[in-house]
């Protein structure tokens, strides 16, 4: 099985906080869904995983497609893959772009999940993120989605925000428990170079977030989700009944999945691949039906790396029959440096494997730096 995924590069207008490839121009929107059909026909012959078990379209904003161009690019996939056993087709949408409409352009397509960027119900955080949508359309765009039988919906969720007191923390969580939904990703406000926001704290104009208060409010989310149902299965992610992302697992688990559109990435198992990051010559390329791709090989060293990072991410950890099927000194290199880690209970460890504790959670990027192999 393999996943799928497409990148949909236009927004509407740019957070504040955001680094993925995007733009606000929807100028080349249509000759872009043109380029990711032709990559489909060049790419797919020579992919080596037919069957799909998930697709998703992130961004960007994909909810801006239409849903005439969303069953375009599904054709076109199943022109070359068997998406028979397709369990997740997943949207990245939103919240002013989901009016019923919209929702019933896309109850009637193959998306059957929705992953709705709420990031905040208050109204001033949303202005300074520089958010297109109001509170008032994060309440009703999940209310619609459920009348148009959405029943698998994610919500993302911004903490750590300057000015956002953990009593509003509180609110924020509060408004999205009331919903029942099945699956929430929450994050804190990171600082990335080149973006508005960080031209706002670098001259002044905004604080930076605070990073005792990004913590409390992240022991304040790991206690309210638990209070509430929700299952803490990945740093960022919590769900009901184990109604776990189907796609992002699969990315912790190392299975091999395609990026389709510009910026998108690939993954066989030896090599990670990824799409040029320029709309024109991503678009160019395809129109002239040569591929804008680099290529890099991973090393043993950086698969070892690479599955510390993501698998120490989860609720699952690192399993202790994969760590005995590494080469020796991987193993060897794991097992002395997770050891402070568990003396200090950080780090558990049970029969099957090892797994972050709540108080390691708070230390995640630091512990798996720490396990990561250098030569």
């Known amino acids: 099985m393999t996943g799928i995924y497409i990148h949909v590069p236009f927004c509407k207008q740019a957070c504040s906080y955001c680094n993925f490839h995007f733009s606000t121009s929807l100028r080349l929107k249509d000759d872009m869904v043109e ?40 054709d076109a996939l199943s022109m070359y893959f068997d998406l028979s056993n397709v369990k997740e087709s997943t949207l990245e949408a939103n919240p002013d ?42 309440h009703k765009c999940i209310e619609d989605a459920y009348k148009m039988g959405f029943d698998q919906l994610t919500v993302d969720l911004i903490y750590g925000v300057p000015g956002l007191t953990s009593a509003e923390w509180e609110d924020n969580l ?15 406000l990171t600082v990335e170079p080149k973006t508005a926001l960080h031209h706002q704290i670098k001259t002044g104009k905004s604080d930076p977030p605070d990073e005792a208060l990004v913590a409390d409010q992240f022991q304040t989310l790991q206690t309210m989700s638990e209070h509430n149902g ?32 510009p910026s998108a990435h690939s993954y066989d198992g030896q090599h990670r691949q990824w799409n040029v990051a320029n709309n024109p010559k ?5 129109q002239s039906r040569q591929l804008a791709i680099e290529t890099e090989y991973l090393s043993d060293a950086d698969r070892y790396n690479e ?69």
């Open 35 to 74: 380029a990711i059909i032709r990559e489909i026909h060049l790419r797919a012959p020579n992919w080596p995983w037919q069957a799909v078990d998930t697709i998703y379209f992130g961004g960007g904003t994909p909810s801006l497609l239409s849903g005439l161009e969303l069953s375009r690019i599904y």
């Open 174 to 188: 509060n408004n999205l428990f009331q919903y029942d939904i099945p699956h929430l990703s929450c994050y804190a």
């Open 97 to 138: 772009d989901l009016t019923p409409e919209k929702l019933k352009s896309l109850a009637d397509s193959p998306i059957n999940r929705l992953s709705i960027g709420i990031q905040s119900f208050i109204e001033r955080d949303l202005q300074y993120m520089n958010r297109a949508h109001t509170s008032e359309e994060a």
């Open 307 to 375: 599955m510390v990072l993501c698998r120490m991410r989860t609720m699952w950890g690192m399993n202790k029959a994969d760590l005995e099927g590494l080469s020796e000194v991987f193993s060897k290199h794991f097992l002395q440096e997770v050891k402070p880690y568990i003396d200090n209970e950080k780090v558990i460890e049970s029969a099957d494997g090892y797994q972050l504790s709540r108080a390691g959670k708070l230390l995640a990027d630091k512990i798996t730096s720490d396990l990561f192999y250098i030569d």
């Open 282 to 286: 991503y678009i160019k390329s395809m």
């Open 230 to 261: 929700y299952e803490h299965y990945e740093i960022s992610n919590f769900a009901k009944d184990k109604q776990y992302a189907r796609h992002n697992t699969s990315y912790w688990f190392g299975k091999p999945y395609l990026g389709l559109g």
